[in-house]
């Protein structure tokens, strides 16, 4: 029933190590999309797919790469994990846009704890 | 200037009170215009949009000042389960091919005390 999915909850790592975050929605939606939480609580976008292609990139390093291989899902990968990585990663998915009076809720995943020592 | 702005807070209010939240917003092109709901190390979640003429859901009421760049949340009869922290959200502009950025504020958290 669930209606984003994320996996892992936790996630604690040493530096420099490589690790992914999968996201899951069953909402039928064309559009998901990453945001980091940092230890600030300041949620911000990382990155949005529709329809499985690459929409907003917002400046966030190289190390990070989604992955969409269909539209139900949008992977997380971090090469070279830093310090600064340690964060909470919330996946959301949400339909198109419906104009500046329309329903344009997007429902956020519960979330991944990364911690990196 | 921070695209979207919020008092932290915290608001410690007693069962039963009123208390408002404020939010102001720097881009004036902004689109759309959201108070979202986020609980103690949970996801955020849509507590209501707001609109240009103001809108009620409940004990919550949202306005919206575009010419003051200015949106605020009105909460009555508050209760305990009202505890959470509020972020003020807009869309600063629509991004095309269908998907739309979402700019948070920080968030106003809120205890509401027996």
């Known amino acids: 029933d669930t209606a984003v999915s994320q996996t892992p909850k936790y996630l604690v790592t040493q530096m420099g190590n490589d690790k992914s975050i999968k996201c899951e929605q069953n909402?039928?939606?064309?559009?998901m999309y990453w945001y980091k939480q940092d230890s600030k609580k300041f949620l911000k976008i990382m990155f949005s797919?529709?329809?499985?292609?690459?929409?907003i990139n917002e400046t966030v390093p190289n190390r990070f790469s989604p992955k969409s291989p269909d539209k139900a899902h949008l992977n997380l990968h971090i090469n070279s994990l830093e310090l600064g990585d340690s964060a909470v990663y919330f996946c959301?998915?949400?339909?198109?846009?419906?104009?500046?009076?329309?329903?344009?809720?997007?429902?956020f995943g519960p979330g991944t704890r990364l911690t990196v020592l | 200037r921070k695209e979207v702005e919020q008092d932290p807070g915290p608001f410690n209010v007693p069962e039963g009170a009123t208390v408002a939240f404020n939010c102001t917003y720097s881009?004036?092109?902004?689109?759309?215009f959201f108070w979202y709901r986020q609980d103690c190390r949970k996801e955020p979640k849509l507590l209501m949009s707001?609109?240009?003429s103001g809108n009620e859901d409940g004990r919550f009421t949202a306005q919206l000042n575009r010419a003051s760049q200015y949106i605020s949340l009105l909460i009555r009869d508050s209760k305990l389960s009202d505890s959470a922290t509020y972020l003020c959200?807009?869309?600063?502009?629509?991004?095309?091919?269908?998907?739309?950025?979402?700019?948070f504020g920080k968030g106003t958290k809120l205890s509401v005390i027996p």
């Open positions: 959301a998915s949400s339909q198109e846009w419906r104009g500046p009076s329309g329903n344009n809720e997007q429902f």
């Open positions: 909402l039928g939606h064309d559009t």
């Open positions: 797919y529709n329809n499985k292609e690459l929409i």
């Open positions: 881009n004036s092109a902004s689109q759309s």
């Open positions: 707001v609109y240009s």
């Open positions: 959200v807009v869309i600063p502009r629509h991004s095309g091919a269908g998907s739309y950025q979402l700019t």
